[in-house]
């Protein structure tokens, strides 16, 4: 298992992975995201902000890292972090907890970028990924209303549950 920046080549298969996500968020949940913009997922790649994980060459979870996110976290955005974001497992490799093991990459990617947290977001009503990412490891600290402006459409008139790993 290896964690890897993406590069521009992978971007199709980024967005078969935000399409298979949404199939089944589907299934799951009465909100799914709603598409991505291209040009924003570039800006990621080329800023490397936009990762994979990959067995025997093949990719198996993408995830996008960013280090500011004040739409969502507001004045605690001062903070030095690193917040995950779009994680999505390929069907074939669910159940193997990739959340975990980006917990696992993040703790010393934050260290050695000194920062002091790993942070994420979920909807605020999602009971089973607020249990789930607990399960985890993150804390859970509380459901935000966040500001709309900038955040891609799936945002709008919703709450957030947000979440922190303290790194030590």
């Not at 709603?34 to 994980?53: H, T």
């Not at 198996?60 to 972090?81: G, Q, R």
């Not at 990924?129 to 945002?155: A, M, R, S």
Request: aromatic share 16%.
């Amino acid at each position: 298992m290896d964690f890897k920046p993406s590069t521009i080549g992978d971007i199709d298969s980024i967005f078969e992975f935000y399409d298979m996500a949404i199939a089944y968020q589907k299934t799951k949940f009465n909100k799914q995201w709603q598409g991505f913009d291209r040009a924003l997922v570039e800006k990621e790649i080329s800023e490397n902000r936009q990762w994979k994980i990959t067995i025997d060459d093949e990719i198996a979870c993408v995830f996008a890292i960013t280090f500011e996110d004040k739409s969502i976290w507001k004045e605690k955005n001062s903070d030095k972090a690193v917040y995950f974001h779009r994680i999505v497992t390929h069907p074939k490799f669910r159940g193997q907890h990739f959340v975990e093991k980006i917990i696992d990459w993040g703790l010393p990617f934050a260290k050695e970028n000194s920062l002091d947290f790993l942070r994420m977001d979920t909807w605020g009503d999602n009971e089973s990924l607020i249990e789930y990412y607990q399960k985890c490891g993150f804390n859970f600290l509380g459901i935000i209303t966040p500001d709309y402006d900038g955040l891609p459409k799936h945002y709008e008139g919703i709450t957030l549950s947000l979440f922190q790993i303290e790194v030590k």
